[in-house]
Nanobody, 123 residues
């Protein structure tokens, strides 16, 4: 059983929107920085967005102003709202708890990944 599970992917036309969701365990959300990665065909996996230990957020340049990451720690859920989608956003999107939160450094190791959800944007 996967410890992280994504949903919300699908096919959409350029300019449309999708919201990805990821549900995980309380352990992961309490101890790990949560983020979204994506991998397009023939390309390496890249970080899309992350919620840092101090609560700030990081976005790759290509999605700034279009995507928004958020989480509901009480529900152990992570979200990615994707607006103004472009064909270059087509990829498999992965939810990850792949970095230990600063407060748990040295005590916990984080390397948790979901199975991925496909996002296809047609122009």
């Amino acid at each position: 059983q996967a410890l992280l599970s994504e949903s919300g992917g699908g096919s959409v036309q350029a300019g449309g929107s999708l919201k990805l969701s990821c549900v995980g365990t309380k352990y992961i959300f309490m101890n790990c920085e949560m983020g979204w990665y994506r991998q397009a065909p023939g390309k390496e996996r890249e970080l899309v967005s992350r919620i840092n230990s101090d609560g700030t957020t990081t976005y790759t340049d290509s999605v700034k102003g279009r995507f928004a990451i958020s989480q509901d720690s009480a529900r152990s859920e992570l979200y990615l709202q994707m607006n103004s989608l472009e064909s270059d956003d087509t990829a498999v999107y992965y939810c990850a708890g792949d970095r230990t939160q600063d407060k748990m450094a040295g005590y916990v190791r984080c390397n948790y990944w979901g199975q991925g959800t496909q996002v296809t944007v047609s122009s």
